[in-house]
């Protein structure tokens, strides 16, 4: 039941936020971008745009500390994804992730 779940997120969603900065300072990374997958369609489908990018921000980070290339992928293809849902253009090289335009080659 599509609506029961929403709600549940609705009513769950500060105590996941809670979940994922409690792992992020334990270094719990893998916990930190699973909880950015689960709240994922939720914030989809609520239009929480902004608090998307926000999640995937973390998430992205926590990937970067494991050693997963597909984990890394997900997280930027989702924080890709949050950002042009929240109309923000996005540009990733190795060690820079910048929402203001392309990095500076220089």
């Known amino acids: 039941d599509v ?3 929403l709600r549940w ?3 769950e969603h500060p105590c996941l936020l809670a979940m994922r900065q409690a ?3 334990r270094s719990w990374y893998t ?3 699973q ?10 489908r609520r239009g929480r745009d902004q608090e998307n990018v926000a ?3 973390a998430g992205l980070a926590a990937a970067e500390r ?6 890394l992928a997900l997280a930027r293809e989702r ?5 042009a849902s929240n109309d923000q253009n996005l540009w990733m090289v190795p060690g820079e992730v910048t929402r203001t335009g392309a990095p500076s080659r220089g």
């Open 66 to 71: 494991l050693d997963d290339r597909y984990t």
């Open 55 to 57: 999640w995937w921000e």
């Open 35 to 44: 909880l950015a997958w689960m709240v994922h369609t939720f914030h989809e």
């Open 79 to 83: 924080l890709g994804r949050a950002c």
């Open 23 to 25: 792992a992020a300072a």
């Open 9 to 11: 997120f609705d009513t």
């Open 3 to 5: 609506a029961a779940a």
């Open 31 to 33: 916990v930190v971008w």
